[in-house]
């Protein structure tokens, strides 16, 4: 299957293409970052801007609530990959709880 190599802030992600009649192109097969999480070397977690904004999202008033729209969301570019910023979702390293 084919599959474009992303490297998201040092997440390396390898996104299967399935070919889409109706667009007439290869489309990105992205994962569930809910279901399996995925995080950068800095422990903060891969999400997509389509995904649902989560209760600590910091988004301007009535815009859609979606991570695409949150203050903290880093977009990847050329993607709907991208991170979330946010200090309470980093997941700290063993290091750093001793
Ligand atoms: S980017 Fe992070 S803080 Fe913002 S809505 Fe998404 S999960 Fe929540």
Redesign the pocket.
Do not use: I, T, W
């Given at each position: 299957m084919k599959h474009k190599r992303y490297d998201v802030e040092g997440a390396v992600l390898d996104i299967p293409l399935q070919w889409n009649e109706r667009a007439g192109k290869f489309l990105e097969q992205y994962p569930d970052f809910e279901e399996t999480p995925v995080y950068t070397p800095e422990g903060f977690?891969l999400?997509l801007t389509c995904?649902?904004?989560?209760?600590?999202?910091?988004?301007p008033d009535n815009i859609y609530?979606?991570?695409g729209?949150?203050?903290?969301?880093r977009l990847h570019s050329e993607s709907l990959l991208?991170?979330?910023?946010?200090p309470?979702?980093r997941q700290t390293t063993e290091e750093e709880t001793l």
């Open positions: 977690p999400r995904d649902d904004a989560c209760p600590d999202a910091v988004l609530r979606e991570c729209s949150c203050q903290l969301f991208g991170v979330c910023g946010h309470a979702h």
